[in-house]
């Protein structure tokens, strides 16, 4: 509902945003504006309209900035003369010409009627109009601007009693309790808080508060062509308890955590959790989650420890019921689906002859995990693609990919990483610690001493401690409590093997499985070869079916080995054998390289080509230069010396003879002379009275005539 002499404020305008209603005449509402000028004239609108926007929360409600209790007696002679002598002329006016005064086609009419009984300017009507309209449609609006330096002025108690507690500690110079929160004032606390405060920006509450007062409750002005803000006195503000309260009262930190930072951030450390992984699972092997991790530690080459090689990634797959960790892989490979490969590898493979490659001797009970899971649940980016769908379609194993940054989807083995890490922090040369370093203190760095194998010895070993370390919150059933079970990653894989259905698979042939999970791709078959990745491969079988000429210009899928392209594979339609594919004599340059070295090589070769392309352009464009040069000086001289009289016939007669002379021209020129003669024959000749030689004798020139 729309009310007379009501102040409002559009809430998405800078400048002329608040309005006070001035007349409300049935469905119509006439209205001016607080900062448009010492002349600002009335205006209409439908409430329909306005009502419209309050209720979409575009206009609000605001109290009104000119709301003020003075006394006559605070006032001066002077302030009182010129307040009641613009009165004397408004409220007359107000009366008598309303209806023209807010209607514009009779506006002009009405203000040099007022004019001319009131012996004024009609601008200063106008301006006397404009502040009674602007300023509350009272007697005191006409009091001049000097007013605000003037007497002490007492504050008009609207409500007689401020409500709620009132403060311990009052402002000394005012003792004001704040205002009475109103439902108006409700929604403009509500409009800064999603315009300001639900924002990524993420300023506080306080600040927030601020931008409350300045859009609210502070006038505008400008000093020395700068915007600036006056906050009202404080008995007409909420204080900042006061919004602190009503802002706790309804706060939504689900709603604030998502709009302040990120859905992904709620879900990942403030959603409830009320379950757990385990209640997820029906014994061991239902799902498995996969992680990678790059540890907290430097280690140094394995043929020289001079040589600092970076942090390892460390790759980790847990059962989710027990918590043994069944897979593990130790590299410089990832976070990638090769790492991930490898991890996968060993998941499978029997963990006592693995242990024996470090020396390390162990029994099968230590950890009795070889098997495939139902499910996987991995990172989206590793496990998107690739031969995923290998392993789903072959081996009946599921994929469930976690959204990105959702790391408590994989809750379990994020935690054991966490612990392996810190371990390692504490027991290991060349590990990060961050938090104890200060200016001047060794580089960590400096400290790397162990190689990658060893390292790997220092995980497996942390892996088998953890397999028989006690879970203090896990959630034991009862089964487990009658039977005395000790809640270790082994005694609950062995437990849920026995009493559970589990569903772990064991895989009978490695090669199938790693056929399974190398990355695909497509090669296409060509006379010179299969071409996969920019290399020729040469296959028995391509060769004996004939396919370089019956089947050139088609694909095949094939599968490979990123890290070392000698050889590719043909995989056959019943999923476990497959053809050889070796590396041609065309690409033996890069045999033994990896497929990212034979990339680099590529690209490197590409941009010397595109270096020699423009030397090769700008030899193209001289040659062509010196070429046109030749043809328009051979040009030039036939026209100089032939005739122009030959017809076409006379041209082209005896092009024989004239190439035989032309030939035995050039004989003479290009003959071979293999005795080196001197280039001056003749004798000195020696003046016999002067004793000296003499250089130059002339010549008497002889005619020869024809014999006979």
Same mark, same amino acid.
């Given at each position: 509902?729309?009310?007379?002499?009501?102040?409002?404020?559009?809430?998405?305008?800078?400048?002329?945003?608040?309005?006070?209603?001035?007349?409300?005449?049935?469905?119509?509402?006439?209205?001016?504006?607080?900062?448009?000028?010492?002349?600002?004239?009335?205006?209409?609108?439908?409430?329909?309209?306005?009502?419209?926007?309050?209720?979409?929360?575009?206009?609000?409600?605001?109290?009104?900035?000119?709301?003020?209790?003075?006394?006559?007696?605070?006032?001066?002679?002077?302030?009182?003369?010129?307040?009641?002598?613009?009165?004397?002329?408004?409220?007359?006016?107000?009366?008598?010409?309303?209806?023209?005064?807010?209607?514009?086609?009779?506006?002009?009419?009405?203000?040099?009627?007022?004019?001319?009984?009131?012996?004024?300017?009609?601008?200063?009507?106008?301006?006397?109009?404009?502040?009674?309209?602007?300023?509350?449609?009272?007697?005191?609006?006409?009091?001049?601007?000097?007013?605000?330096?003037?007497?002490?002025?007492?504050?008009?108690?609207?409500?007689?009693?401020?409500?709620?507690?009132?403060?311990?500690?009052?402002?000394?110079?005012?003792?004001?309790?704040?205002?009475?929160?109103?439902?108006?004032?409700?929604?403009?606390?509500?409009?800064?808080?999603?315009?300001?405060?639900?924002?990524?920006?993420?300023?506080?509450?306080?600040?927030?508060?601020?931008?409350?007062?300045?859009?609210?409750?502070?006038?505008?002005?400008?000093?020395?062509?700068?915007?600036?803000?006056?906050?009202?006195?404080?008995?007409?503000?909420?204080?900042?308890?006061?919004?602190?309260?009503?802002?706790?009262?309804?706060?939504?930190?689900?709603?604030?955590?998502?709009?302040?930072?990120?859905?992904?951030?709620?879900?990942?450390?403030?959603?409830?959790?009320?379950?757990?992984?385990?209640?997820?699972?029906?014994?061991?092997?239902?799902?498995?989650?996969?992680?990678?991790?790059?540890?907290?530690?430097?280690?140094?080459?394995?043929?020289?420890?001079?040589?600092?090689?970076?942090?390892?990634?460390?790759?980790?797959?847990?059962?989710?019921?027990?918590?043994?960790?069944?897979?593990?892989?130790?590299?410089?490979?990832?976070?990638?689906?090769?790492?991930?490969?490898?991890?996968?590898?060993?998941?499978?493979?029997?963990?006592?002859?693995?242990?024996?490659?470090?020396?390390?001797?162990?029994?099968?009970?230590?950890?009795?995990?070889?098997?495939?899971?139902?499910?996987?649940?991995?990172?989206?980016?590793?496990?998107?693609?690739?031969?995923?769908?290998?392993?789903?379609?072959?081996?009946?194993?599921?994929?469930?990919?976690?959204?990105?940054?959702?790391?408590?989807?994989?809750?379990?083995?994020?935690?054991?990483?966490?612990?392996?890490?810190?371990?390692?922090?504490?027991?290991?040369?060349?590990?990060?610690?961050?938090?104890?370093?200060?200016?001047? +203190?060794?580089? @960590?760095? !400096? #400290?790397? =001493? /162990?190689?990658?194998?060893?390292? &790997?010895?220092?995980? $497996?070993?942390?892996?088998?401690?953890?397999?028989?370390?006690?879970?203090?919150?896990?959630?034991?059933?009862?089964?487990?409590?009658?039977?005395?079970?000790?809640?270790?990653?082994?005694?609950?894989?062995?437990?849920?093997?026995?009493?559970?259905?589990?569903?772990?698979?064991?895989?009978?042939?490695?090669?199938?499985?790693?056929?399974?999970?190398?990355?695909?791709?497509?090669?296409?078959?060509?006379?010179?070869?299969?071409?996969?990745?920019?290399?020729?491969?040469?296959?028995?079988?391509?060769?004996?079916?004939?396919?370089?000429?019956?089947?050139?210009?088609?694909?095949?899928?094939?599968?490979?080995?990123?890290?070392?392209?000698?050889?590719?594979?043909?995989?056959?339609?019943?999923?476990?054998?497959? +053809?050889?594919? @070796?590396? !041609? #004599?065309? =690409? /033996?340059?890069?045999?033994?390289? &990896?497929?990212?070295? $034979?990339?680099?090589?590529?690209?490197?070769?590409?941009?010397?080509?595109?270096?020699?392309?423009?030397?090769?352009?700008?030899?193209?464009?001289?040659?062509?230069?010196?070429?046109?040069?030749?043809?328009?000086?051979?040009?030039?001289?036939?026209?100089?010396?032939?005739?122009?009289?030959?017809?076409?016939?006379?041209?082209?007669?005896?092009?024989?003879?004239?190439?035989?002379?032309?030939?035995?021209?050039?004989?003479?020129?290009?003959?071979?002379?293999?005795?080196?003669?001197?280039?001056?024959?003749?004798?000195?000749?020696?003046?016999?009275?002067?004793?000296?030689?003499?250089?130059?004798?002339?010549?008497?020139?002889?005619?020869?005539?024809?014999?006979?």
């Amino acid at each position: 509902m729309i009310f007379y002499n009501q102040v409002y404020q559009y809430v998405n305008k800078e400048e002329k945003n608040r309005l006070r209603v001035i007349e409300i005449d049935n469905s119509i509402a006439y209205y001016v504006e607080l900062h448009c000028g010492d002349t600002a004239m009335p205006k209409r609108i439908d409430i329909g309209t306005l009502e419209a926007e309050v209720q979409a929360e575009v206009l609000l409600a605001i109290p009104d900035p000119y709301v003020k209790s003075y006394s006559d007696g605070d006032l001066t002679k002077k302030q009182i003369e010129k307040r009641d002598e613009d009165w004397a002329v408004v409220s007359s006016g107000w009366a008598n010409h309303k209806d023209a005064l807010l209607e514009k086609k009779t506006r002009e009419g009405a203000f040099l009627e007022i004019t001319k009984n009131s012996n004024v300017s009609k601008l200063k009507v106008k301006r006397a109009f404009t502040r009674f309209w602007q300023r509350g449609l009272n007697k005191n609006a006409l009091l001049p601007d000097y007013m605000y330096s003037g007497g002490k002025g007492k504050e008009r108690d609207l409500s007689n009693s401020k409500v709620g507690r009132p403060r311990k500690y009052a402002l000394s110079d005012y003792g004001q309790q704040g205002i009475n929160i109103t439902e108006e004032v409700k929604t403009q606390f509500a409009y800064v808080i999603k315009k300001y405060y639900r924002k990524k920006e993420q300023i506080t509450l306080a600040e927030t508060y601020d931008h409350l007062l300045r859009e609210f409750y502070s006038e505008k002005y400008y000093e020395n062509n700068t915007v600036k803000h006056k906050v009202w006195d404080s008995s007409k503000i909420p204080t900042y308890n006061q919004f602190y309260y009503w802002f706790k009262k309804h706060e939504d930190p689900k709603l604030d955590i998502t709009l302040r930072k990120s859905a992904k951030e709620f879900d990942l450390k403030h959603r409830p959790i009320l379950s757990n992984s385990t209640q997820e699972t029906d014994g061991p092997g239902t799902r498995f989650q996969i992680d990678a991790t790059i540890a907290d530690i430097y280690l140094v080459s394995s043929f020289d420890r001079s040589l600092i090689i970076g942090r390892p990634i460390v790759y980790g797959i847990i059962d989710v019921y027990s918590r043994m960790i069944t897979g593990i892989y130790v590299g410089l490979e990832g976070p990638s689906w090769i790492g991930a490969m490898m991890a996968l590898d060993n998941m499978i493979i029997n963990k006592v002859e693995y242990c024996e490659q470090f020396d390390i001797n162990i029994k099968s009970s230590q950890w009795p995990a070889n098997h495939l899971p139902e499910i996987i649940i991995a990172d989206r980016g590793e496990f998107e693609g690739y031969s995923v769908e290998n392993l789903i379609n072959n081996l009946n194993i599921k994929i469930e990919n976690t959204s990105a940054y959702r790391g408590d989807l994989k809750g379990i083995i994020e935690r054991q990483f966490r612990t392996i890490n810190g371990k390692i922090k504490r027991k290991t040369p060349g590990s990060i610690q961050k938090e104890f370093r200060e200016r001047g +203190d060794r580089d @960590y760095r !400096l #400290d790397a =001493s /162990l190689s990658i194998r060893e390292f &790997t010895k220092v995980v $497996i070993h942390l892996v088998l401690q953890h397999n028989q370390k006690f879970i203090e919150k896990y959630p034991l059933e009862k089964g487990m409590i009658t039977s005395g079970l000790t809640a270790t990653p082994i005694n609950l894989w062995e437990w849920g093997i026995a009493n559970k259905k589990g569903r772990l698979q064991i895989v009978t042939d490695n090669n199938v499985f790693r056929l399974n999970l190398l990355p695909k791709g497509k090669a296409r078959i060509t006379r010179a070869g299969l071409k996969f990745k920019g290399l020729f491969y040469g296959s028995e079988k391509a060769i004996n079916e004939q396919w370089y000429v019956k089947l050139k210009s088609s694909s095949i899928e094939v599968l490979y080995d990123p890290r070392e392209m000698n050889q590719i594979y043909i995989p056959h339609a019943d999923g476990r054998n497959f +053809d050889s594919c @070796y590396l !041609l #004599d065309t =690409s /033996l340059e890069y045999k033994s390289d &990896t497929l990212e070295e $034979i990339g680099f090589y590529r690209e490197l070769l590409q941009e010397v080509k595109a270096e020699e392309q423009a030397k090769q352009r700008e030899n193209t464009i001289n040659a062509d230069l010196a070429i046109e040069e030749i043809v328009k000086k051979a040009m030039k001289e036939k026209k100089q010396t032939v005739s122009q009289t030959l017809n076409k016939a006379e041209k082209l007669r005896d092009i024989r003879v004239n190439r035989k002379v032309e030939k035995a021209l050039n004989r003479e020129d290009e003959k071979f002379d293999l005795v080196n003669k001197p280039n001056d024959l003749r004798a000195d000749v020696i003046d016999f009275a002067t004793k000296e030689k003499i250089n130059d004798i002339p010549t008497k020139k002889i005619k020869l005539t024809p014999y006979g």
